[in-house]
């Protein structure tokens, strides 16, 4: 009768039996679904209206963090979805009080493409810890280090948690040792935690088993694992790599998880527990939270933002090494061309062009650089007859020292005689925030303003302009008429 009782509630025989084998041990979950899984999959196209609702409940669900800003949310707030990123931040700290608010920081570069000087890096963190920041996984395109030291810096110093991020990738100079030893160098900078950032979400799960246990072997602190569905690995390579001991995991809202974005949440939640490992989760609230984003992510596939491409297995990726935000980027670029019948071609060009240019990560804002110059390869009809200045600039050295060398000939057509910098870049660039103030003089209105219009100097001032007429409509049709 027991063994009957047992097979008709296989929850409760397989957690008896697991239990004997297994010694409980808490993994955590940051929850994506405010910030990278809906970049993955929409563009970042959710703004905060659609989500202001649920925040409250999110605030119960006992995640390690949310992740809510950071990557292309700043950027996208300003140019597409008219809203104050800075307002948006303070808005959801007030609705979720007890929760630890997660951002991506991409060193020297933080939101953008170029680099900024070190005033400006420090000024930003701040500000961002200031206005509710409690998490900062950093990371450098090209894992050089001297990238994220400003920002380590300042982020400790302002008491938020530094999650020191490794681009992960494959090629003949990402070696196991080499990752190690970059780990171990984080753990020196100080760092809470070190972060292993697979963006393509390439990882196998052998791979994450050795590359964990590997930093594991080096560094005593906590070790965070983030990776996407893109290839169909995620979930294995997360149990293997919570095998070889890693500590918390990126995951999504089941309805915004999968293709291009992170594994579902509620999955891995139920399949650690049923495996004897403590989680935290609250079951119940998480599914108030995805049966919450399910009508918004219909809507989405209804007016053509999600594209089903986003949301399907691509083992073509193995290959590619193409992360999920680039995906989709992609496909808008090519759209907006009409020139979807290049997609696979562009596919194909991108790894030939990561080769030329060092093996860099396919991270922002290497991601979109590569990609750009392999869509520009394409439709020209002849590699490298239009180089981007951004490829031209990081040939120049202003984005760091490639993981291996650039191909000669590409850095002759980039570059022609012009010498590379040498040292860091960032060294070389004057503060720019003071005279930046003085002109935004009466335009800007805090030093938040100020920071964005430098980030973002056109999409911001078209923001301002809009913010301007919103606020002068809202004047004339609120003053109340005199009586008589």
Not at 258 to 270: D, F, R, V
Not at 314 to 324: F, H, R
Not at 362 to 390: C, D, F, H, W
Not at 446 to 459: A, K, T
Request: proline letters at 5%; glycine letters at 6%.
């Amino acid at each position: 009768m027991q063994f009957f009782n047992a097979i008709m509630q296989p929850n409760i025989f397989w957690r008896a039996k697991m239990n004997t084998t297994h010694t409980t041990r808490k993994v955590q979950f940051t929850e994506t679904v405010l910030r990278d899984a809906n970049q993955s999959l929409i563009a970042t196209r959710l703004p905060y209206s659609k989500f202001a609702d649920i925040l409250p409940t999110m605030d119960k669900a006992g995640y390690y963090s949310v992740e809510c800003w950071g990557g292309a949310v700043f950027d996208v707030c300003l140019r597409f979805l008219d809203e104050d990123p800075w307002q948006r931040l303070r808005n959801m700290r007030k609705a979720m009080p007890n929760s630890k608010l997660q951002m991506l920081l991409r060193g020297h570069n933080l939101l953008g493409y170029n680099h900024d000087p070190d005033e400006i890096v420090k000024m930003f963190v701040e500000k961002s810890v200031e206005n509710s920041i409690d998490v900062i996984p950093i990371f450098d395109a090209l894992n050089d280090l001297r990238n994220i030291e400003t920002a380590t810096k300042t982020a400790i110093k302002c008491g938020a948690t530094v999650s020191g991020t490794l681009s992960f990738t494959q090629s003949p100079v990402h070696t196991l040792e080499a990752f190690a030893k970059q780990a171990k160098e984080m753990e020196n900078m100080g760092v809470a935690t070190v972060c292993v950032k697979d963006m393509a979400g390439v990882m196998t799960p052998q791979e994450a088993y050795e590359l964990i246990g590997a930093i594991k072997s080096e560094i005593k602190l906590p070790v965070v694992l983030h990776t996407h569905c893109t290839t169909g690995m995620a979930f294995m390579t997360y149990l293997k790599a919570i095998e070889a001991g890693v500590d918390v995991i990126d995951t999504s809202s089941s309805c915004f998880s999968g293709g291009t974005s992170q594994p579902a949440t509620e999955t891995l939640n139920y399949a650690l527990k049923q495996l004897g490992y403590e989680t935290g989760l609250d079951d119940a609230v998480l599914k108030e939270v995805n049966d919450f984003f399910k009508p918004i992510r219909d809507s989405y596939i209804a007016d053509g933002t999600l594209n089903p491409k986003m949301m399907a297995t691509d083992t073509d990726a193995l290959n590619y090494k193409v992360p999920g935000g680039m995906l989709s980027n992609l496909v808008s670029q090519l759209k907006a061309q009409n020139a979807m019948d290049k997609f696979e071609e562009v596919l194909i060009e991108t790894p030939k062009v990561r080769a030329d240019l060092g093996y860099p990560p396919l991270v922002t804002p290497m991601s979109q650089m590569v990609g750009v110059q392999a869509t520009n390869n394409v439709l020209s009809g002849e590699r490298y007859k239009n180089i981007s200045k951004e490829v031209k600039a990081y040939c120049r050295g202003e984005y760091g020292t490639s993981p291996a060398p650039i191909n000669p000939e590409v850095m002759k057509m980039a570059l022609g005689d012009e010498k590379p910098v040498e040292g860091r870049y960032a060294d070389t660039l004057e503060p720019v925030f003071e005279k930046t103030k003085k002109e935004l003089e009466g335009i800007a209105k805090n030093d938040e303003d100020v920071l964005s219009y430098i980030l973002f100097p056109q999409v911001t001032e078209k923001y301002f302009a809009a913010r301007k007429a919103k606020e002068e409509k809202v004047v004339k049709y609120t003053i109340t008429p005199v009586e008589e």
